[in-house]
């Protein structure tokens, strides 16, 4: 088992277009969590899977945010017609269970232009 | 809702010697984890120590230990005998034990330097 792996490492992309990032969790872990990281800020929490339910989303995901765990494995997050305010690291983790620790990736540095 | 104040953006110490990193949070919950993560500069973020708030013993991992004082809702890090590769950002954290979803607050962050 490789860790928690997050594609593409870097993306940039021009003000309007539509991104898509992808994390693939430690396979035996359930849970799974999407963060936003900008600049000079700690992480914020965007959004949490247990298995293919998303039983919790956060504020700062607005309707141009959409985020799926098909079958309780890989996970994708997308943004629709970027601004650049949604410059940021997007981070992914994953966890085995409620009591259990997070592991997280490296992360997905998006940039709109 | 909770809230996780760093109000150190950087500090600096010399390889060996010891430093103490900050935090203070926020919260009317009596039980909840405490965590402290170090993100070096190719990001990912690694747990450092936990620290359960009903626990009255001070966590400690090797050459990191925390000083937690709940009633005064503070939770410092210190790295005894620094070593160049502790330099990093590192993030004080907050979960609470109680609910199905255990996300993390997270304050703003401190960047740490090490001075050989």
């Known amino acids: 088992d490789t860790g928690v792996s997050q594609n593409p490492r870097h993306k940039i992309t021009k003000r309007g277009q539509n991104v898509t990032f992808r994390c693939d969790p430690i396979?035996?872990?359930?849970?799974l969590y999407w963060y936003r990281q900008t600049l000079g800020q700690g992480p914020e929490f965007l959004t949490y899977f247990q298995n293919e339910a998303q039983l919790e989303k956060s504020r700062l995901l607005s309707d141009r945010f959409s985020a799926e765990r098909p079958k309780g494995s890989f996970s994708t997050l997308e943004i629709q017609r970027t601004e650049q305010g949604d410059s940021a690291m997007y981070l992914c983790?994953?966890?085995?269970?409620?009591?259990?620790?997070?592991?997280f990736g490296s992360g997905t540095r998006l940039t709109v232009v | 809702a909770q809230t996780v104040t760093q109000s150190q953006p950087e500090m600096s110490v010399q390889e060996a010697e010891t430093v103490t990193l900050s935090c203070t949070y926020d919260?009317?919950?009596?039980?909840?984890?405490l965590f402290w993560y170090k993100q070096p500069p190719s990001r990912q973020m690694i747990l450092v120590i936990r620290q359960e708030a009903y626990k009255q013993q001070n966590a400690t991992e090797n050459r990191f230990s925390v000083n937690f004082q709940k009633a005064a809702k503070s939770f410092s890090l210190k790295i005894s005998d620094s070593q160049l590769g502790d330099a990093a950002m590192y993030f004080c954290a907050y979960r609470r034990r109680a609910g199905a979803n255990s996300k993390l607050t997270f304050g703003k962050g401190i960047t740490l330097s090490v001075r050989p």
């Open positions: 983790a994953s966890s085995p269970g409620k009591e259990r620790g997070y592991t």
């Open positions: 396979s035996e872990h359930n849970r």
């Open positions: 919260t009317s919950e009596s039980d909840y984890y």
